[in-house]
């Protein structure tokens, strides 16, 4: 059925930058879409990201879009999303997931934006 | 966007009893093309990743209990659970992915009566 294991995450002053990244076993990443979804504490889920499958056409959502970078590697089966100018608002525990409709979803890795 | 309006924002049914969960959609998420509607529901547990419960408005996910059954067609949508668990109590979001921006609604809180 497949899995999805995120590493990055932390505390991160206002401004920086940081890299999420979201590695693929059992599936191939490159054959479907794949998105980032985030959730602030407290509140409710927002879309951020998809890279869609079968190529390199990606989007973004109004709040993050000239910011934050969707990315995929097909030799790593990995996803990843470069965020900078990074902002208070942005705080969330960030999610990938398989497919648009979220068939598989990572455990989840929290930013904090906080100076 | 698309505004996906779920109701109610809290509700608490009885254990053994049905729980349904509507969401409007402020356009349609049928695609005339496949005939397919781009709807999904999710639960999600503190602490947990969202759990897909239903895709393409009504299509159960494997492994899902068949007490879950989606419905609905166009704009509107409803998520059921029959015979109520404690294991249920939870918080269920309906998801349009017809269209980027990709939304969610803001969350049905399911707890026990």
């Known amino acids: 059925e497949g899995q999805l294991l995120q590493s990055g995450g932390g505390l991160i002053q206002p401004g920086g930058s940081l890299r999420l990244s979201c590695t693929a076993s059992?599936?191939?990443?490159?054959?479907?879409?794949m998105m980032w979804v985030r959730q602030p504490p407290g509140k409710g889920l927002e879309w951020v990201s998809v890279?869609?499958?079968?190529?390199?056409?990606?989007s973004y959502a109004d709040s993050v879009r000239g910011r934050f970078s969707i990315s995929r590697d097909d030799s790593k089966q990995t996803l990843s999303l470069q965020m900078s100018g990074l902002r208070v608002e942005d705080t969330a525990m960030y999610y990938c997931?398989?497919?648009?409709?979220?068939?598989?979803w990572g455990q989840g890795a929290l930013v904090t934006v906080s100076s | 966007d698309i505004v996906m309006t779920q109701s109610p924002d809290s509700l608490a049914v009885s254990l053994g009893e049905t729980a349904t969960i509507n969401c409007k959609s402020s356009?349609?998420?049928?695609?005339?093309?496949?005939?397919?509607?781009?709807l999904a529901w999710f639960q999600q547990k503190p602490g947990q990743p969202p759990r897909l419960l239903i895709y393409?408005?009504?299509t159960r996910e494997s492994g899902v209990p068949d007490r879950f059954s989606g419905s609905g067609s166009g704009t509107d949508f409803s998520l059921s659970i029959s015979s109520l668990q404690a294991e249920d109590v939870a918080v269920y979001y309906c998801?349009?992915?017809?269209?980027?921006?990709?939304?969610f609604g803001r969350g049905t809180k399911l707890e026990i009566k």
């Open positions: 997931a398989k497919d648009r409709y979220g068939s598989i």
């Open positions: 059992g599936f191939t990443p490159s054959r479907h879409d």
């Open positions: 890279v869609y499958g079968g190529g390199h056409i990606t």
């Open positions: 356009q349609t998420v049928l695609l005339n093309s496949n005939n397919l509607d781009y």
């Open positions: 393409w408005a009504s």
């Open positions: 998801h349009q992915y017809h269209t980027s921006p990709y939304t």
